[in-house]
């Protein structure tokens, strides 16, 4: 377990160090929904470690490392650090690089099904999947959000209409740039580090892209 954790990227180290030392001051000074969050955190941060060896996927470092930044910056820090109401811009960022996010992860997907034929299906139409792909992860995630204040009481979409109309914006924009790189890549041309990210994926899992070509 310690050679695992050594094998992390630091980022991802720091996160989980600062998850434990919270953990524990938090049982000590009995403060249990701050507890809780923290054990929540840590276990969406590793839940991709046991789903890839549960699938046989391989999750590269740069793909790992931003999942646990991402679950960090949302739980931990969002809403047990109310960095959502204390920066009007935490929820735009985050909106915004999941929106990336997924759109990369339905680009890899959709390529996945052709088993990295990049011929198989025009390069627009693999783009525009994607971008559906990850446009209506974010619309699901709003309805969470709505069920959720309406069943529990709680404040998830803080102003209503105008923040659920906000972060939508930001998903669509988010969306169509994971989307653009997928487009970007099967023309073989560079967009900043998400290109490269996709070709690292592809090459660490070759067994599900048999029929890719460089």
Known sequence: MYRRFLRQ???????WAVLVVAFVVALIESRWSLAFVCAATFGLSILPVVASRRFGIRIPVRFFGWIVLFVFGT????EAF?????YWWWDVILHGGSAV?????????????FEG????????????????????IGTLWEIFEFAMD???GLNMQKSGLIDTMWDLIVDTLGASIGAIAGLFYLKG????????ALREF?????????????
């Open 189 to 196: 041309r560079e967009l900043g580090g998400l290109t490269a």
């Open 101 to 113: 996010g997924f759109g990369l992860v339905g680009f890899l997907f959709v390529f996945m099904l």
């Open 202 to 214: 592809v090459a660490a899992n070759r067994r599900f892209f048999r029929k890719h070509r460089r």
């Open 9 to 15: 990227p630091l980022i991802v180290q720091a996160i």
């Open 117 to 136: 034929d990049r011929y198989a299906a025009p390069a627009w139409a693999v783009a525009f999947v994607s971008f559906c792909f990850a446009l209506s």
């Open 75 to 78: 739980i931990f820090l969002g």
């Open 150 to 152: 309406q069943i529990f």
């Open 82 to 86: 109310d960095f959502y109401n204390r």
